[in-house]
């Protein structure tokens, strides 16, 4: 191509006689020899032939103009084909990349006994009907966002969240005071917070078995729930979660949960007994609100603290006036201030070796205490630790301890024995602080066994 551009320029300066010097015409010329090198790449690569294309009138001649014959390695002087790449086509057809299934949800025409619907989650949607019946269906998570039947809230009587939904939102049913029963699916995961609020009119509930999570105050104020019974799934009991159930009397807490929240039955004046079965190991929440899981419940008789708590925390049992008993589980080495204060029926109480310490007026006020056990663990009784427990007889000292705090036996005016397993040199060794004569001036036992 380039011989022929040649050819051509040289006729120019044979036919017009000048030479070629300008410097635009020699760019131009530059210009297109790199655009013909380019064709020549792609035809190559293509395969195909290209005949030359007169862009400029011919010129006439009466000897015909030599065509100057193309690079056999550039174009081909025959249509010859340049072999295809052989492209392996494979026997099967791959498979088509997996997709979501799109679950198919049908919202119920308004009319007739519905008396509204619509979604409230990408695939959850809500039906009220006119018996009050609420009914969240579908698949997936409910929006967390303004419940849609907000405004229906003190026309809902009944909830039914089937199976498919998986999360039941902040706030969900909150205040909504006419509501009566509720029945979560076996697919929840999660009840949020504020869930079902001040519902106080509600008194049957049923937990279905993939609830993990109860969350912050998702059934507190519900004034009228008599029983609960928290499911094996469930791990953890948020804070407050359900403070303040007034009539709530029976309450059975799941092999699995691991933690219960701050306050979490505070103010339940009705509960009577409570097992803290051996899957918990916190009496707190993990995001910080520790203490008062029981504060309140005046009519609380027994409670049993599993093998696994580490720590009767701040006011955990406060203010039970009606407690009896409490077995304190083989793990807990603390029991911290206030736990028990207030607990004006307790006769008794053994603190197992596995505590360190007893935190300040962890019995204060237990007006009923008649002996105390003191494990051999314990190293320290806080301040004020059994302040006024006025009926208080006995008490039995392991030889572990080494510090009374000031007032820990202060107003325990019945106080007749102590039962110390150390020796009178060990007894003499402990630092008792001041307001203790009550316990000093009783008469020791030294070397005690029980």
Known sequence: ????????????????????????????????????????????EQGGVVKPVVTTKPVATTKPVATTKAPTTAIPTTATTKPIPTTVIPTTVPATKPTTTVPSVTVPAVGGDVIDSG???????????SDGKLVISGYGAMYD???????YSKQI?????????????????????????????????????WAFFRCTSLTRVTIGNSVTDI??????????????????????????AFAGCTSLESVIIGNSVKSIGGSAFEGCTSLESVIIPDSVTSLGSPYGSNG????????????????????????????????????????VTEISGYAFSGC?????????????????????????????TIGNGVKTIGEK????????KTVTIGKSVTSIGKMAFAGCTSITDVYYAGTQEQWNAITVEDSNARLTDAKIHYNYTA
């Open 119 to 129: 979604y409230c989650g990408d695939y959850a949607i809500w039906t009220l009907y």
């Open 344 to 372: 004006t029926s307790l006769k008794s109480i053994t603190i197992p070796d596995s505590v360190t310490s007893i935190y300040n007026y962890a019995f204060e006020g237990c007006t009923s205490l008649e002996s105390v």
């Open 215 to 240: 969350n912050q105050q998702a059934f507190a104020g519900c004034t009228s729930l008599k029983s609960i019974t928290i499911p094996d799934s469930v791990t953890y009991i948020g804070s407050s």
């Open 292 to 331: 008062s899981q029981f504060y309140g419940c005046t009519s609380l008789k027994t409670v049993t603290i599993g093998n696994s708590v580490k720590a009767i925390e701040y006011r955990c049992f406060a203010g039970c006036s009606s407690l009896e008993s409490v077995t304190i589980g083989n793990s």
């Open 385 to 392: 630790t059994f302040y006024n427990c006025t009926n208080l």
């Open 1 to 44: 191509m380039k011989k022929f551009i040649a050819t051509i320029l040289s006729a120019m300066v044979g036919l017009f006689g000048y030479t070629i010097v300008d410097t635009a015409i020699e760019t131009r010329v530059t210009n297109l020899e790199s655009r013909v090198a380019y064709l020549e790449s792609v035809i190559e």
């Open 157 to 193: 009587k009944n909830v039914v969240i089937e199976d498919g939904v998986t999360s039941i939102c902040s706030s969900a049913f909150s205040d909504c005071t006419n509501l009566e029963s509720v029945t979560i699916g076996n697919s929840v995961t999660s009840i949020d917070n």
């Open 145 to 151: 966002a303004t419940p849609p039947w907000k405004s």
